[in-house]
């Protein structure tokens, strides 16, 4: 393929997990859409299309018909699949068989196949890893990231260097909220049933209390965590005080979240791109680990995350790390040289499409 980064009008298929009220992935799709060359006119495969079309301004195909998505591919000029971690089967073995689709049609027809800012795995079953061995060999280009992608990708048959997640390439804000509010952004996990949440509730109530804070409560995933504060509340594991200091945010873009977080005293995250958001933010943060990339990307800003598989943990040893953390942001050092490993992702997408 013969692709000028010259003025010549081509067309990109970006292919990920965008639309589904996830404002992780949003947050994705702005930092691929913000990195492409001027040329180049994006096509995003959405679940909810309206939606998308509306907030980034264009054009869109429902990612899940996959029969449309392969006759769009037809008509573009090359493939992207941005951010996340799409190679995987955790999810399933069909998902896994939808991203296969696509690469081997981009392949077959000629066209530029990139993973770019991806997470590859986890692959627990051994079609899976010959299927994706497979896979990387049809690549273009790939940036991963993170190092442990990198080396599985290596194992596999295919070098490829990592940088930090690609939202971290998304415009810094200044922090505002000393002071501010508490800004909770959990989600639903198995490690985590019933009175198991109750030393992080008591810690939160002990800590918005002592602090005299508010608490907001702002769901990341509109689909899974819109209903966890009204879960703890139905399920009676909602201290009094603190139910009266709660109330629940909605945002529909990423720039919503990081206006709550430049504003707040404490950003408590559990998914990966709230913990990003909220550092570029400026804000306080502190981590809630369910899952390894959450750990690494807290150990990245120098902060302390509590690991949700350690069983038995108490109220105050949440208390003791979330009350040295208000009011404190990270260093602004750490973000910079966090930020500036990203330019290996723009580097890798333009040299891709402009080949």
């Known amino acids: 393929m013969i692709a000028l980064c010259s003025g010549v009008p081509q067309s990109v298929l970006l292919c990920g997990y965008y639309g589904e009220h996830n404002l992780g992935d949003d947050a994705l799709l702005q930092a691929v859409l913000g990195e492409l060359p001027e040329a180049w006119t994006p096509v995003v495969t959405a679940f909810d299309q309206d939606q998308v079309r509306q907030l980034h301004g264009v054009e869109t195909v429902q990612r899940r018909d996959l029969k449309a998505v392969l006759s769009c591919l037809r008509a573009c000029d090359a493939l992207v699949l941005g951010g996340g971690s799409l190679l995987q089967d955790s999810t399933s073995f069909k998902s896994l068989i939808y991203y296969a689709s696509l690469m081997t049609a981009a392949r077959f027809q000629g066209k530029a196949v990139v993973l770019w800012a991806q997470g590859l795995g986890p692959l627990q079953r051994k079609r899976t890893r010959a299927l994706v061995r497979l896979l990387l060999q049809m690549t273009t280009a790939v940036s991963w990231r993170d190092p442990e992608s990198a080396t599985l990708a290596r194992r596999l048959g295919c070098d490829g260097e990592h940088a930090a997640d690609a939202v971290w390439m998304l ?22 049933q019933g009175s ?37 509340r139905r399920e009676g594991l909602m201290p009094e005080r603190l139910s009266g200091r709660s109330r629940q945010l909605s945002a529909s873009h990423p720039r919503e979240a990081m206006a709550v977080f430049r504003s707040s005293g404490l950003v408590l995250a559990m998914r990966l791109h709230a913990l990003i958001l909220a550092a570029l933010s400026g804000a306080p943060v502190s981590a809630l680990s369910y899952d390894p990339k959450v750990q690494a990307c807290a150990d990245q800003l120098q902060s302390e995350a509590l690991d949700l598989r350690q069983r038995g943990r108490t109220a105050e040893e949440c208390l003791t790390l979330w009350r040295s953390s208000l009011d404190c942001p990270p260093a602004s050092r750490v973000i910079a040289s966090i930020r500036s490993t990203v330019e290996l992702h723009r580097r890798i997408l333009r040299a891709a499409l402009c080949r």
Do not use: M
């Open 196 to 232: 198991d949440w109750s030393p992080y509730l008591q810690a939160l109530d002990q800590l918005s209390t002592e602090a005299d804070r508010e608490v907001l409560w702002l769901p990341f995933h509109r689909n899974q965590d819109a209903d966890l504060l009204e879960q703890f």
């Open 171 to 192: 415009p810094q804000q200044q922090w505002l909220g000393r002071g501010g509010p508490i800004v909770v952004c959990w989600r639903p996990t198995p490690l985590l």
